[in-house]
């Protein structure tokens, strides 16, 4: 399974790039907010940190609008995936693209007739968001589980990508769903590391070392 950074903070996204497990980035106008560069200059500065897959928002409603602005972001730089949300404009606008070449990341996914309806109409990669629906007392994994069974069934070639994680078992339950991707928050790809047994472990081994040195 692929890991993308949910973020838009640069010192974040070269930490997780150093690590060596980074395959792409998601943004969203939220997180582009706290940043303090225009959206464009950041943007180009994390698709120059990280060459795989950099999803840009579009924030147009109307799909000939949605279209230019598309367009406006993937000429920023090669690896950028155009975010959508998905609605019927938004859907109009992922066929255009698409036939253009730019992939589009389709976005606000809450149900599998969303997912499968941006398959159909070209999107590279859809964005289901399982922690709001957790939080909404429904089951986000499950949801997963439904499309990536549809995509099966039907050999789509999109890429679901779990959006909206909260903490380290969402990204084990998504591999084990058999999700493409999972973009996760720094604070969690953190997590995803620590273990206290390792480093109880660490500390013995070390104080351990220290007796045979003397
Ligand atoms: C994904 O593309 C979104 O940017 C993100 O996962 C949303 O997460 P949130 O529900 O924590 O805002």
Excluded at 45 to 52: F, H, K, L, T
Excluded at 69 to 88: S, T
Excluded at 100 to 117: K, R, W, Y
């Amino acid at each position: 399974m692929k890991l993308f950074l949910d973020s838009a903070n640069l010192e974040e996204i070269r930490e997780v790039a150093s690590w060596g497990v980074l395959d792409g980035v998601t943004t969203n106008p939220s997180l582009c907010s706290k940043e303090n560069a225009t959206f464009e200059d950041n943007i180009r500065a994390i698709c120059a940190v990280c060459a795989g897959p950099v999803s840009a928002e579009c924030v147009s409603l109307r799909a000939d609008e949605i279209v230019v602005e598309g367009r406006g972001l993937a000429r920023i730089a090669p690896n950028v995936a155009v975010k959508i949300p998905i609605c019927l404009e938004g859907l109009k606008a992922t066929k255009t693209l698409h036939a253009e070449g730019v992939p589009v990341n389709m976005t606000l996914i809450f149900s599998a007739s969303q997912a499968l309806l941006a398959a159909k109409a070209g999107a590279r990669f859809v964005s289901p968001f399982i922690g709001r629906l957790d939080d909404a007392s429904e089951d986000g994994m499950a949801l997963i589980e439904e499309i990536v069974q549809i995509f099966e069934n039907y050999r789509f070639e999109t890429e679901v990508i779990v959006a909206s994680v909260r903490h380290p078992r969402h990204v084990v339950e998504a591999a084990l769903v058999g999700a493409d991707i999972a973009t996760v928050p720094y604070g969690v790809m953190e997590k995803l590391v620590k273990h206290p047994l390792t480093d109880i472990g660490i500390e013995r081994f070390l104080a351990d070392w220290r007796k045979v040195r003397k």
